[in-house]
């Protein structure tokens, strides 16, 4: 991150989402002086502790603004793509490096492809879970880059679809 984060501070951690900065501490391990990030996970409420030193090597990052939001809005309504016809043990090791990028764009793109298969055909269960896992990341960022409900959100996008179809 290009500055250093403060406790309230919300920052993106990948696969996991949106988290707060709870505290930042210095720690001692393996004998060494650290200083740590200690983040709370808002859809699990789990804690993660980042070494300060790290945080841009494990991704962590700000939430997209509010303007990147017509970017991702973009890629929802895309119909690029398309790796339907690839067997589901490609698409998902695809869609696991997306996923695992932590980049909201890419996050995007893996719904978008999941949500279009979804109204073609049933989903599997993997292909069910991993559509739910890129939902809950992409709706929780969007809303705190609008600053409104993940209900709001997750109806826009649903909006989006709607017309699509």
């Known amino acids: 991150m290009e500055k250093a984060l403060s406790v309230g501070d919300v920052a993106v951690y990948p696969v996991h989402g949106v988290a707060e900065v709870i505290a930042v501490e210095d720690r001692v391990v393996a004998g060494h002086p650290l200083s740590v990030y200690i983040l709370k996970v808002r859809a699990t409420g789990s804690t ?14 700000a939430p997209i603004s509010e303007d990147e939001v017509a970017e991702v809005y973009g890629i929802l309504r895309s119909r690029d793509g398309g790796h ?30 999941l949500r279009l298969l979804g109204q073609s055909k049933e989903l599997s269960f993997s292909e069910r879970r991993m559509a739910d896992t890129a939902t809950s990341l992409l709706v ?23 017309l699509a179809a």
């Open 48 to 61: 993660i502790m980042v070494p300060t030193v790290k945080a841009d090597a494990v991704g962590l990052r």
């Open 140 to 162: 929780a960022e969007v809303a705190i880059a609008r600053d409104v409900s993940e209900a709001e959100i997750l109806h826009e996008i649903d909006e989006i679809f709607a």
């Open 84 to 113: 339907s016809a690839q067997p589901w043990n490609r698409r998902q090791r695809e869609y696991n490096e997306k996923i695992k990028s932590g980049s909201i764009f890419e996050i995007a793109e893996v719904y978008r492809e």
